[in-house]
């Protein structure tokens, strides 16, 4: 008897798993025709992951996953891949991108990411709003950007700047090699941190400041949330029903700068504190759209709109510049006369204008442009746009129609590595981006802020702390190679900013003038 109960509980049980991993098959491939039906060349799918296996398993960062893709139709200006079961196009054509992201923008106004409010805070914020509610808050915030608001910040990059120089020097007295990167994180952490929010952070002489804890944080996902992530994509309807938080957003980060910001806000509400900054604008946002409001329906707003645009603001403003300065300076460290072509530019330019560190200095840096430009593209920070489609769009001398809610990629990092248009990519060479080789190159090769009315609302911010960063060093050190300093970079496999696996060491050597 109990042989029979058990032999029959063993077999219910493999029937069971039969029929559960038959309803997952099914369920999974249903989409996997889409593309064919629509006579768009797609790269062959496998069942339940689609072409994102080795990436969603952590074998390969989404580059690679994307790259291959994007090298596998070198004549179409666009091709399908399945992400799981989701359908997504890849739009690979630069006239084709410009046009979607410029001209016919109208029917792409949304990033196509689902990410639900009520569960996750980040939702609230700029980069995954969506409509009028986006519309209406990008106007909002674009109000902190301005020349003038950018010129009142000069003073203060400065400073962090040279706490930067102070503590490199302190460093390279006791040993050869420094982590640049977890360095120049901390330095534009307290930038933010002042110039954005009027807080001295002093993260520069505090390794373990709760401030850089939390931006790390803040998008770096956890194991429950890749498992959720995992049934998101597998059973979306399920994951929204039951408001699930699969955002890679850590909870406590979020409470943390929910509780910092809101504490600011309160202040200088109570205590009538008006500063010409970034705080100052979300402050106005709050008072005309939460406050003052009669907008409802989508556009209604509440306080933690404004909170989770603070977060977003904070966390970006900082781990982007982070990025591209330390990849920066790993380039000048391993091409010597790129960076002695760079600092006799500084240099002269300090003599030009009586060492002022104002706008005419910064935009007289042509070849930190170049050098900055030619970082953008060979670490290119966000590896792929994402697009949703707001209404159906007839693909321009295509018969291809592209249904509303269709989920759209455009893959940058392939594009900026696609020797059509920049030759031997994997060379870092800043003169790709003289004026006459720029005219060379199509609209929609070069996209590191993106493009059109969605393009990055701290771009200016970040160009202008990037070439005082620049500037400050390459005017004290010689940067070169050190023992430690890894050759070719190995990078990190996790979604998000691409960021150094190992770090970057690199040796900094006082100049005496």
Known sequence: MILYLTNLLCDNTILSLVIVCTFIYYYTTSTYDTWRKLNVPYAKPVPIFGNIFKMFTGLEHQVDTFGRIYKQFPDNKFCGFYQMSTPFLMIRDPELINTMLVKDFSYFTDHGIDVNPLVNIMARSLFFATGQKWKIMRQKLSLGFTSSKLKGTHEQIQECSDQLIDCIREKSKITEGIEIHELVGNSATDVIGTCAFGMKLDTIYNDNSSFRKNVKKLFKPSGKVIFLQILEVLFPKIIKFLKLQTSPVDIDAINFFHSVFGEVIEYRTKNN?????????????????????????????????????????????????????????????????????????????????????????????????????????????????????????????????????????????????????????????????????????????????????????????????????????????????????????????????????????????????
Not at 347 to 370: C, P, R, T, V
Not at 426 to 447: C, D, M, V, W
């Open 273 to 513: 504190v008006v500063r010409n900054d970034l705080t100052q604008t979300l402050m106005k946002a709050r008072q005309d759209l939460v406050i003052n409001s009669d907008y409802k329906g989508e556009e209604k707003y509440c306080e933690l709109d404004i909170i989770a645009n603070a977060m977003l603001l904070f966390s970006a403003g900082s781990e982007t510049v982070t990025a591209t300065a330390s990849f920066c300076f790993y380039e000048l460290a391993l091409n010597k006369n790129i960076q002695d072509r760079l600092r006799a530019e500084i240099i002269s330019s300090q003599i030009k204008y009586g060492k002022q560190f104002n706008n005419e200095f910064l935009e007289d840096l042509h070849y930190a442009d170049m050098v900055l430009d030619e970082t953008h593209r060979k670490y290119t920070i966000i590896t792929a746009l994402l697009r949703g489609a707001t209404q159906n769009y007839k693909v321009p001398g295509e018969s291809l129609i592209i249904e509303k809610g269709q989920k759209i990629l455009i893959p940058i990092h392939s594009i900026h590595h696609d020797p059509k248009y920049y030759p031997n990519p994997h060379i870092f060479n800043p003169e790709r981006f003289t004026a006459e080789e720029k005219s060379k190159r199509p609209s929609g090769t070069f996209l590191p802020f993106g493009d059109g009315l969605r393009h990055c609302i701290g771009k200016r911010f970040a160009e202008l702390e990037l070439k005082i960063i620049l500037s400050k060093i390459l005017s004290k050190f010689e940067i070169t190679p050190c023992e430690k300093t890894e050759i070719p970079l190995k990078m990190k496999k996790e979604r998000g900013i691409i960021s150094p696996k190992n770090g970057i060491w690199l040796s900094f050597r006082p100049i005496v003038n």
